[in-house]
């Protein structure tokens, strides 16, 4: 980890529903690497990156079963993980869609 606090650097909406102050970088990396990705602007994106590092951004987006389409070939692309192994792809093809979609 390079900073600390960078947490308070990211935008408030990131965590329009928690309190930023019991949010502990390393405890609940995922967390933020997860609204970063869903919902951060290119600052944000920006912040995370010098502070937690592209790979192990990677190895937490891995986890993440509920990111769009958009986000996670952006991730696939930046860390260059195929998409087939990130757990949103995964989760996607074993859910068939209705007929009409």
Sequence with gaps: M???????KL????FWDVDINSVDEEL?????????????????????RENIGVDEIGKLA?????????SCS???LVT???IE???CYITK???????ND
């Design 62 to 70: 891995i986890k993440i079963k509920d990111l769009d389409e958009k």
């Design 28 to 48: 609940h990396k995922q967390f933020i690497v997860s609204r970063v990705i869903k919902y951060g602007l290119l600052s944000d994106w920006n912040i995370i």
């Design 80 to 82: 260059k993980i195929p």
């Design 74 to 76: 952006f991730i696939s």
């Design 2 to 8: 390079k900073g600390k606090n960078y947490i308070t």
């Design 93 to 99: 093809q074993s859910q068939p869609k209705h007929w």
């Design 85 to 87: 192994e990130f757990a």
């Design 11 to 14: 935008s408030p909406h990131l």
